[in-house]
């Protein structure tokens, strides 16, 4: 496909993912804000609580219902669609970036794996996580939510350790956030959208609720809460190098994953108390702790093995600038990848930290190493960063 109409497409469906992905986090985060500030002292009868609030130069009154009303109102307003875009733009927008350069953004560096067989082992990612978890969630293991997240997070972790033996960091991260998105999505889908559809029918025809349904709804409708923060850092983790890219990259995403789980668990409770506040301060060490962690060694000045610029000028212009100039001449790109380009040595010497960083330390560039970069190479370019990426 031309590079051009691919750029573009790639643009269209990450808006459209981006817009509605909004549209469901903000809609969650609001309803759980709104149930924790529900004022439970003496409500009305039928009634578990209700609130007050002011935006935007209004006053609303909200009220909730222990079960349902009497009688359906006229308009009942139901949130699905949000959940149900995102996941089919967000899945699209997989296979545009991914699944159609499954050489450059999926299958790891020096791998083997044909891209109808990393394309095959995505999807069906998608297809076990889900039914895992919801066996999971309705086996003996559902009656107890707290042991039943930890055996979730397990798994998780080890789904993010498989995938990143056979997929590029980048495509590891972003299968598991797929994973999770999946899950979120077959949640509202399978569970919540039935069980609230379910409600609505029993009051239609004058019938007792079943409660069951709803108690159900209620814990995936908690687990999609909790997986937010997580899916939302995996979003943007394409950006950041140093964490897909480094050697235990699968531990990283755990550990900021679990990183997540902590903030989410303080905002969810901090309307009762503030005994989860030290979650906050703790993952802020906790992301300290990792980015020190994950930080490159700092290569030794040699004296006595002086690169030239010329050396590292030829291994430059044959392994990167096939994406990174003005002109690429890899028909995968129409301009240079985040602007980035090598056509001159002040644009080189300007690139020298972005290089050390994603060519040497991560070696998360170039992508999918389609242009074999050999490691005697990186170490060629990284003794001449080290010794200051001298130009003249």
């Given at each position: 496909?031309?590079?051009?109409?691919?750029?573009?497409?790639?643009?269209?469906?990450?808006?459209?993912?981006?817009?509605?992905?909004?549209?469901?986090?903000?809609?969650?985060?609001?309803?759980?804000?709104?149930?924790?500030?529900?004022?439970?002292?003496?409500?009305?009868?039928?009634?578990?609580?209700?609130?007050?609030?002011?935006?935007?130069?209004?006053?609303?009154?909200?009220?909730?219902?222990?079960?349902?009303?009497?009688?359906?109102?006229?308009?009942?307003?139901?949130?699905?669609?949000?959940?149900?875009?995102?996941?089919?733009?967000?899945?699209?927008?997989?296979?545009?970036?991914?699944?159609?350069?499954?050489?450059?953004?999926?299958?790891?560096?020096?791998?083997?794996?044909?891209?109808?067989?990393?394309?095959?082992?995505?999807?069906?990612?998608?297809?076990?996580?889900?039914?895992?978890?919801?066996?999971?969630?309705?086996?003996p293991l559902g009656k107890t939510p707290?042991?039943?997240?930890?055996?979730?997070?397990?798994?998780?972790?080890?789904?993010?350790?498989?995938?990143?033996?056979?997929?590029?960091?980048?495509?590891?991260?972003?299968?598991?956030?797929?994973?999770?998105?999946?899950?979120?999505v077959g949640n509202v889908f399978r569970v919540i959208m039935p069980a609230q559809r379910a409600l609505v029918k029993a009051i239609e025809e004058g019938r007792e609720p079943d409660p069951v349904l709803p108690a159900k709804g209620l814990l995936r409708s908690r687990h999609n809460n909790y997986f937010t923060l997580p899916v939302l850092f995996i979003m943007i983790s394409n950006h950041f190098p140093s964490t897909y890219g480094a050697e235990f990259n699968w531990a990283v995403l755990a550990g900021l994953a679990a990183l997540s789980v902590l903030v989410r668990h303080y905002f969810n409770t901090r309307h009762e108390s503030q005994k989860f506040a030290w979650t906050l301060p703790a993952a802020a060490l906790g992301m300290v702790t990792l980015a020190f962690v994950v930080a490159p060694q700092k290569a030794v000045q040699s004296e006595h093995q002086q690169v030239s610029f010329a050396e590292v000028s030829q291994v430059i212009s044959e392994r990167c600038t096939v994406c990174h100039s003005s002109s690429p001449s890899y028909a995968g790109f129409s301009t240079a990848p985040a602007g980035v380009m090598f056509d001159d040595a002040q644009q080189i010497k300007t690139q020298a930290p972005k290089i050390l960083s994603q060519a040497i330390t991560t070696q998360s560039m170039p992508l999918g190493n389609i242009t074999q970069m050999t490691q005697a190479e990186r170490d060629l370019v990284g003794m001449w960063i080290a010794n200051g990426a001298r130009i003249d």
């Amino acid at each position: 496909m031309d590079p051009h109409i691919t750029e573009w497409l790639n643009l269209a469906v990450r808006w459209v993912h981006m817009i509605t992905g909004i549209a469901w986090i903000g809609a969650s985060f609001y309803f759980v804000w709104l149930e924790n500030h529900l004022d439970r002292r003496n409500p009305r009868e039928g009634l578990s609580g209700d609130l007050w609030a002011i935006h935007g130069g209004g006053i609303y009154h909200l009220e909730k219902y222990k079960l349902a009303p009497p009688k359906m109102p006229e308009t009942l307003h139901w949130f699905k669609w949000e959940a149900y875009a995102t996941f089919l733009s967000g899945f699209v927008l997989l296979a545009v970036v991914y699944y159609l350069n499954a050489q450059l953004y999926l299958v790891a560096p020096g791998s083997d794996l044909s891209s109808a067989a990393a394309i095959a082992i995505g999807v069906g990612s998608l297809v076990v996580g889900w039914l895992v978890y919801t066996g999971l969630c309705e086996s003996p293991l559902g009656k107890t939510p707290a042991l039943l997240g930890l055996v979730l997070f397990a798994l998780l972790v080890f789904a993010a350790w498989g995938l990143s033996q056979v997929f590029s960091g980048r495509g590891a991260f972003i299968h598991v956030g797929a994973i999770i998105g999946t899950i979120m999505v077959g949640n509202v889908f399978r569970v919540i959208m039935p069980a609230q559809r379910a409600l609505v029918k029993a009051i239609e025809e004058g019938r007792e609720p079943d409660p069951v349904l709803p108690a159900k709804g209620l814990l995936r409708s908690r687990h999609n809460n909790y997986f937010t923060l997580p899916v939302l850092f995996i979003m943007i983790s394409n950006h950041f190098p140093s964490t897909y890219g480094a050697e235990f990259n699968w531990a990283v995403l755990a550990g900021l994953a679990a990183l997540s789980v902590l903030v989410r668990h303080y905002f969810n409770t901090r309307h009762e108390s503030q005994k989860f506040a030290w979650t906050l301060p703790a993952a802020a060490l906790g992301m300290v702790t990792l980015a020190f962690v994950v930080a490159p060694q700092k290569a030794v000045q040699s004296e006595h093995q002086q690169v030239s610029f010329a050396e590292v000028s030829q291994v430059i212009s044959e392994r990167c600038t096939v994406c990174h100039s003005s002109s690429p001449s890899y028909a995968g790109f129409s301009t240079a990848p985040a602007g980035v380009m090598f056509d001159d040595a002040q644009q080189i010497k300007t690139q020298a930290p972005k290089i050390l960083s994603q060519a040497i330390t991560t070696q998360s560039m170039p992508l999918g190493n389609i242009t074999q970069m050999t490691q005697a190479e990186r170490d060629l370019v990284g003794m001449w960063i080290a010794n200051g990426a001298r130009i003249d």
